[in-house]
């Protein structure tokens, strides 16, 4: 496992972001990582403004794209994404703060309601 501070690019759904990872040495790379250990539906429901997707939703509104965290990656899923367990400070981007006394952004999807247990394989 390796733990890397990182950038939030782009949410492309309720387990998938893109992000800037630092790997030191000011050398950056930037690469789709799956929220490892859960999976939240595709697409939720319609409405009248479009689609609806509240993890979507609640990581937009508590990490929005330039928010910094910590992610901890374990190896590629079945997709070539890296499954991380990511951890932030809403409006904190020391990462020494996030990592004294972090939130848990996997743990808080599956607290709310947003997403379910997943461990791999068939759905």
Same mark, same amino acid.
């Given at each position: 496992?390796?733990?890397?501070?990182?950038?939030?690019?782009?949410?492309?759904?309720?387990?998938?972001?893109?992000?800037?990872?630092?790997?030191?040495?000011?050398?950056?790379?930037?690469?789709?990582?799956? #929220? @490892?250990? +859960?999976?939240?539906?595709?697409?939720?429901?319609?409405?009248?403004?479009?689609? !609806?997707? /509240?993890?979507?939703?609640?990581?937009?509104?508590?990490?929005?794209?330039?928010?910094?965290?910590?992610?901890?990656?374990?190896?590629?899923?079945k997709?070539?994404?890296? #499954? @991380?367990? +990511?951890?932030y400070?809403?409006?904190?981007?020391?990462?020494?703060?996030?990592? !004294?006394? /972090?939130?848990?952004?996997?743990?808080?999807?599956?607290?709310?309601?947003?997403?379910?247990?997943?461990?791999?394989?068939?759905?």
């Amino acid at each position: 496992m390796f733990s890397y501070y990182a950038k939030i690019l782009k949410v492309v759904d309720g387990d998938t972001l893109k992000l800037d990872l630092d790997l030191g040495f000011r050398c950056h790379i930037f690469e789709t990582v799956r #929220l @490892a250990r +859960l999976d939240t539906p595709e697409v939720v429901n319609y409405e009248a403004t479009g689609i !609806v997707d /509240p993890a979507k939703s609640y990581i937009e509104n508590n990490l929005p794209v330039g928010s910094f965290c910590v992610v901890q990656i374990t190896r590629q899923e079945k997709y070539g994404r890296w #499954l @991380a367990e +990511l951890f932030y400070l809403p409006n904190e981007s020391d990462p020494m703060k996030i990592t !004294v006394n /972090p939130r848990c952004l996997n743990d808080e999807l599956l607290r709310g309601g947003f997403a379910k247990s997943y461990s791999g394989g068939k759905k």
